[in-house]
């Protein structure tokens, strides 16, 4: 009982370190793979590194080229249309289907999955579907011109100006499911009791929609702004897949724009400035929500 | 939009219905389009492609374009087909799910059920980094997997993808978490039971609807990754690089059929893992991470 003691002790104070030192590897890797290696990549882009990493120090001088450069303007103009428009069309389809789906439909099992499967694929699989559905030559406008519709037009790929919206096209068919699931989740966690109340005071469907339920959608509205928003920012593979940036540089958005000025354009300073602003323009979206869902939980 | 009616939400006019039903199949039609497109071309001769419908069923079914994309389809400069890149997105996705899940399962059971001071904190900068642009690391991780003898090689993938995928197996498991009883916990601690007793005997038994949304997501996003195989494969590369390789490789005749089979292949085991298990993704999902 005597030497009982201090070994009880000794397991305690081991016990108050297990927990500790079983975080620990994770986050010496976060602290070294992600916030060691922003730093770096910080500190690459007020350097004047081109090929390989340098360390003269050059101010801010990349991020002032950056800014001059057309190229990069494209790349932050195709961002805003696509982002926008990625977001406003997943929402909308996303909440539209979720309403109509939540209205006892016979065959909600077999019509949920289809909305949702395109979520499963990659990015490069989505791409080179919608590449050969979009090619005016074999695609859809040979298919409609087969079928008879000899005036119809849908070259949009293949020209400078529209070929964006092909981009948001494909991205959405990719996506849109998924918000659906997010928006139906949230439908089925409202109490039916405040609708039935709400029917009783003879509001109509629209009005009860428009005024309760959708509101009380808030929180899938944040989180599906959020989820939209930093997959719009870090968009790649699709781009690479579908258009690879073209025709000409139409459809380039900076994360093809940082890649092939880092690797094949031997101009890493610039590529570098280049993620850090993609970084930022996370961390703007993100870090208010992540501060009220912490302060929130804790 | 529902001008007809009046009374409830589910009780809807005819027309409305139908209305809805239109809909709801119109976007089940869009959403399964490409599937066929590539399904139906798969399967046909290239002759029917090139003069032919896209939407047009085969007229001469054949399973050639499939044998092709496996085994012989020309990758880059070798004719290997896919199979060994397949085998490569297999050897990098298994291991680094299994690992990351058994991670994010510990941080998430230490982040509820033993708090210390600051723990938020570090639970927060975990958070944001599942959503950093990759593009932020993607030149220092290229010096150090240089560095470590890593570059272009299985174990390389795998510790990427660890090392990014920590973040969401931690928020999951840390999420579920919160919610059970910490008294339990407590009950145990009192009854003398360590930190792995518990972790083993009440953690993990309750643990399994958050480790099919974790190991799920997990193999979901590692095996469509296409940046980081890309940059880091080298040798090694993964399914989905291959895949580009071949669909916009520029010499000879573009052999469209091959490209779909190809397509279906890189896409079937997250299809596969999808169909299986997908309804309990999307249930765990919700549970965990958007409160209705």
Known sequence: MAHGVPAADFRTRLQDWIPKLVLSPSLAAMLVFVYGFIGFTVYLSFTDSKMLPSYDWVGLENYSKLWGLSHWWTAIT?????????????????????????QKIRGEGLLRPVYLYPMALSFIVTGTAWKWILDPGIGLENTMHLWGWESFHFDWIKNRDFAIYTVVIAAVWQTSGFVMAMFLAGLRGIDNEILKAAQIDGASNWKLYRRIVIPMLRPAFLSSFVILSHLAVKSYDLIIALTGGGPGRATELPATFMYSYTFTRNSMGIGAASAVIMLMTIAAIMTPYLYAELKEKS | MSAATQETAVRTGAVTRVFIYGLLIVFALFYLMPLFVMLANSLKPLSEITGGN????????????????????QIGVEPTGLRPYFLNSILMVVPAVAISTIFG?????????????????????????CFIPFQIVLIPMAMILGKLGLAGSVPGLVMVHVVYGIGFTTLYYRNYYAAFPTELVRAAMIDGAGFFRIFWRIMLPVSGPITVVSVIWQFTNIWNDFLFGVSFGGQSQPMTAALNNLVQSSTGVKEYNVHFAGAILAALPTLLVYIVAGRYFVRGLMAGSVKG
Do not use: H
């Open chain 2, 105 to 129: 399962a510990l941080n998430g059971y230490v982040l509820t059920k033993w708090r210390f001071r600051g723990d938020s904190i570090l639970f927060g900068l975990l958070l944001f980094s």
């Open chain 2, 54 to 73: 896209m939407m047009a069923l085969p007229q001469a079914w054949t399973i050639e374009p499939w044998q092709k994309a496996w085994s012989s389809a």
């Open chain 1, 78 to 102: 195709n961002l805003g249309i696509f982002a926008a428009l990625y977001i406003v069309l997943c929402t909308g389809i996303g909440l539209a289907l979720a309403i109509f789906l939540d």
